[in-house]
């Protein structure tokens, strides 16, 4: 039987060129003062907030709200500090000291069953592990199961392939893309949206629903055409 899904958005700053990263793919940042605070925002408007495991590898975020007055609003409405944290992907790589793991409340990580059985073992004690696919997560259980455990609103902090991946599956609602104005260059530097990609008549159409300049920063807003509401 078919269920309504969390509505599920995704949030990314890039370069005027489309790059979320330089060609080292480490973590750089992009997006300005002012626009942190909109994506803190976004943070405590959400139920939970989902990146990949090269994310999590690389970037180590904390993934929490940093306004002590948003998180308060939060606990307010009966709601914990800060949104679900969810991992995607296979767990190797992970380290038991990482902020992702060490900072915020819930932590749920979705992996497959080509990860080490050892480290997933491991992560146990600090994270809630299932099990959803042999080589690649399968996205449609994911959500289910985040539906069940009464997220209605999931963000998605990216990166490319994660990216690629839910769009691919018609289940991204909205995307909101802070453009900075600068250039990374580099024909091997990670993108909005990596992947395989997609051919002309497959590609993904939007509805541009709003823009903000914020100084130099252009946040743009749009409606995923054609995106499904149930799985």
Do not use: W
Not at 12 to 23: E, Y
Not at 103 to 123: A, C, M, Q, W
Not at 150 to 175: A, H, R
Not at 192 to 215: I, M, S, T
């Amino acid at each position: 039987m078919k269920i309504k899904k969390p509505f599920v958005f995704i949030n990314c700053a890039m370069s005027l060129d489309g790059k979320i990263s330089t060609i080292e793919r480490k973590q750089v940042k992009i997006s300005s003062d002012e626009d942190l605070k909109r994506v803190d925002r976004l943070r405590a408007e959400s139920d939970a907030i989902l990146v990949g495991m090269n994310t999590i590898v690389t970037d180590d975020p904390k993934l929490i709200i940093k306004s002590e007055r948003l998180r308060k609003e939060r606990i307010k409405k009966g709601l914990p500090g800060n949104p679900i944290k969810v991992g995607i992907g296979n767990v190797n790589g992970m380290k038991l000291n990482s902020d992702f793991l060490n900072y915020g409340d819930t932590k749920l990580i979705f992996t497959t069953e080509n990860s080490d059985p050892r480290k997933r073992e491991e992560l146990e004690k600090k994270a809630d592990i299932r099990i959803l696919g042999k080589n690649r997560v399968d996205l449609n259980k994911m959500l289910r199961i985040l539906s069940d455990l009464g997220v209605k609103k999931l963000m998605i902090e990216g990166g490319g392939t994660v990216n690629f991946e839910f769009l691919k599956e018609g289940l991204v609602d909205e995307l909101y893309v802070a453009v900075a104005p600068r250039i990374f260059g580099g024909i091997t530097a990670p993108t909005l949206v990596d992947g395989r990609g997609f051919n002309a008549d497959k590609a993904v159409d939007l509805k541009l629903l709003g823009a903000e300049n914020l100084h130099d920063l252009l946040v743009l807003k749009y409606e995923v055409k054609n995106s499904r509401k149930y799985i």
